[in-house]
């Protein structure tokens, strides 16, 4: 079993991406949740060693599990000091009050448990140590969502004690208006990393964005070691996500970065075989009419998703309302729904498809 540590301040958003590079992820309280095993890509034995949870945009960490107790530190050191440690060499503790939920000092928490494990005979060495003892100290609610195991809104108080396995990368690409080619309402590389992974970016994999705008999505697949193939209806966008993925994928990796390939193109008209990609993420336009052939926005929606159906079994969409009518019009089952607050103006609602 391992702990993981969430990022961000949605938990059940958090726990349901680290779904894809993990397995049973449960939420057990504010930032930490646990998983059966990790290193497994949509329930394959892939990556063993956990290089899918490096990939990961909104989960700091997975550390093999001790034990878990309350957050309560004289029962944290109680459950240490009789868990079996199946390690030798030198120990360092990094303890975290997560989001300041709990009463915890984490230098008190470090104190006391390094010196439990002082007692069972080990040396410590908080510079360079060979292994490193997370306890995690969280309280409060959890989220509550019904698609996510654990969010139910129940209130927790949880010390997680595990040995650090993992640490995601959080390799993004840079902030959109650092970028080669910029528009406004770019979406941030952070979520654009975690939809790629819903919708199953990985290395062997292709990932179709058909709405590409200036690039964001299939930049953070390709990061993540996917194929990409990109279109968008204007010649515009098109230059620009060129311009974004040759600085990124191709400039930035050492020209040691996935294929991919961006077109001018009509996303409810792809010129894709059937079943072409591995999955499809794309961010809907917001409340304006396309300029597609004159499509109205619900038809460039609805046509878009009969599409993504058509050439892959996997997608997300993200957009400023609900599409799930229209999603499943277009022969998908939805997986889970999400509503995400970016601003006072904008939520972002996002549907992750499964293909009936």
């Known amino acids: 079993m391992y702990w993981l540590e969430l990022a961000g301040e949605e938990d059940a958003f958090a726990a349901r991406e680290a779904a894809v590079a993990a397995t049973d992820v449960e939420l057990l309280a504010p930032g930490v949740a646990s998983a059966g095993s990790v290193g497994l890509a949509r329930g394959e034995a892939v990556e063993a060693d956990g290089t899918a949870i490096r990939r990961l945009a909104y989960t700091r960490a997975a550390h093999e599990a001790i034990a878990r107790t309350e957050a309560d530190l004289a029962a944290a050191a109680a459950a240490l000091d ?3 440690l ?5 120990v360092a503790v990094r303890a975290r009050n997560v989001r300041n939920t709990t009463d915890i000092s984490t230098s008190a928490a470090e104190r006391e448990l390094g010196g439990v494990l002082v007692d069972r005979g080990f040396d410590v060495d908080l510079d360079d140590p060979d292994h490193v003892l997370r306890a995690l100290f969280a309280a409060g609610e959890r989220d509550d969502h019904e698609a996510v195991p654990g969010a139910d809104g129940g209130d ?44 199953g970016a990985a290395p062997g994999r292709t990932l179709l964005d058909p709405m590409c705008g200036t690039g ?3 930049l953070e697949a390709g990061i ?3 194929d990409v193939i990109a279109c968008d209806a204007q010649t515009k966008m098109v230059r620009g996500t060129r311009e974004n993925l040759r600085e990124y994928l191709n400039t930035a990796l050492d020209d040691s970065g996935p294929d991919w390939h961006v077109a001018r193109g009509d996303a409810t008209a792809l010129p894709l075989r059937d079943d072409a990609v591995d999955g499809v993420a794309f961010d809907a336009p917001y409340g304006r009419q396309s300029k597609i052939a004159r499509h109205e926005l619900a038809d460039l929606v609805g046509g878009a998703l009969a599409e993504a159906a058509r050439v892959a079994s996997r997608a997300v969409v993200v957009a400023d309302r609900d599409w799930r009518r229209e999603a499943r019009a277009a022969g998908w089952a939805v997986d889970a729904a999400f509503e995400r607050r970016v601003h006072r103006s904008l939520t972002r609602h996002v549907l992750v498809l499964d293909r009936e």
């Open 224 to 226: 993540v070691g996917s």
């Open 156 to 199: 927790s108080a949880v010390c997680a004690l595990g040995w650090v396995a993992v640490e995601a990368a959080r390799d993004f690409a840079p902030k959109p208006t650092d970028r080669p080619f910029f528009q406004p309402g770019s979406m941030s590389p952070t979520d654009a990393r975690a939809y790629a992974n819903l919708a």
């Open 82 to 84: 009789a868990a079996p």
């Open 86 to 90: 199946d390690r030798s060499g030198t």
């Open 216 to 218: 964001g999505l299939p």
